[in-house]
């Protein structure tokens, strides 16, 4: 069965204490991975895709990367505007539609 | 680019009631369309499919009957609930994408319209 885990469900750091979010998944061939950004009330807005294994990323404090099993969302000292929870999906390539994980809540602290 | 916009932002309307949500791609041409509920705390949750010009695709469990998809032009699809119930109350989101679907086009995500049936 097609499968999308993050950790951790929750994540507070301090202002400009870096981490990482991952992303893990089972898929029956995978067509692409998702990152999306949403802040509360808001729709999903888009960050990154990445196709295939070794593949990277980079936007501003972002950096995402993907292997075989899981993509990790680096985030490098991060900022109070970057607290929001962060979703990624997979779409197999067998189904064009994008299987989503719980998100990871992030909150950076001032 | 890619911007998703979504009107209305919030409405509140009386059970037994009709409420249409519209969803536009603003700056490129969306062959397929997704619509998608959001419980509190949740992850999103797939309603319907929508190709321009073709019949939606419903998700097990979703009313068709209930939850009316039109997906007239590129640009444009609504979601109609209809004889809206408080079960109804929801964070509904919709999603386009320039491709068919079988690709791997991403789907950019409009801001989300808050129902609140009474």
């Not at chain 1, 991952?22 to 990445?50: A, H, I, M």
């Not at chain 2, 932002?9 to 397929?32: N, Y």
Request: aromatic share 10%; with cysteine.
């Amino acid at each position: 069965e097609d499968q999308v885990t993050q950790s951790p469900e929750a994540l507070r750091l301090q202002e400009g204490e870096s981490s990482s979010l991952n992303c893990s998944y089972t898929v029956s061939g995978l067509r692409g991975l998702f990152w999306y950004r949403q802040d509360p009330g808001k729709g999903p807005e888009f960050l990154f895709t990445l196709y295939s294994a070794g593949e990277e990323k980079e936007k501003e404090r972002l950096k995402a990367t993907l292997t075989k099993k899981e993509s990790f969302l680096h985030i490098t000292a991060p900022k109070p505007e970057d607290s929001a929870t962060y979703l990624c999906a997979v779409q197999a390539a067998s189904n064009y539609q994008l299987i989503w994980g719980a998100g990871t809540k992030l909150i950076i602290k001032p | 680019g890619a911007v998703v916009s979504q009107h209305p932002s919030w409405v509140i309307c009386k059970s037994g009631t009709s409420v249409k949500i519209e969803c536009r791609s603003l700056d490129f041409q969306a062959t397929t369309m997704f619509w998608y509920r959001q419980f509190p705390k949740q992850s999103l949750m797939l309603m319907a499919t929508s190709n321009e010009g073709s019949k939606a695709t419903y998700e097990q469990g979703v009313e068709k009957d209930k939850f009316l998809i039109n997906h007239a032009s590129l640009t444009l699809s609504t979601l109609t609930v209809t004889s809206a119930h408080p079960e109804d109350s929801s964070f509904y989101i919709c999603s386009a994408s320039s491709s068919s679907g079988g690709t791997q086009e991403t789907q950019y995500f409009g801001p989300g319209t808050r129902l609140l049936v009474l």
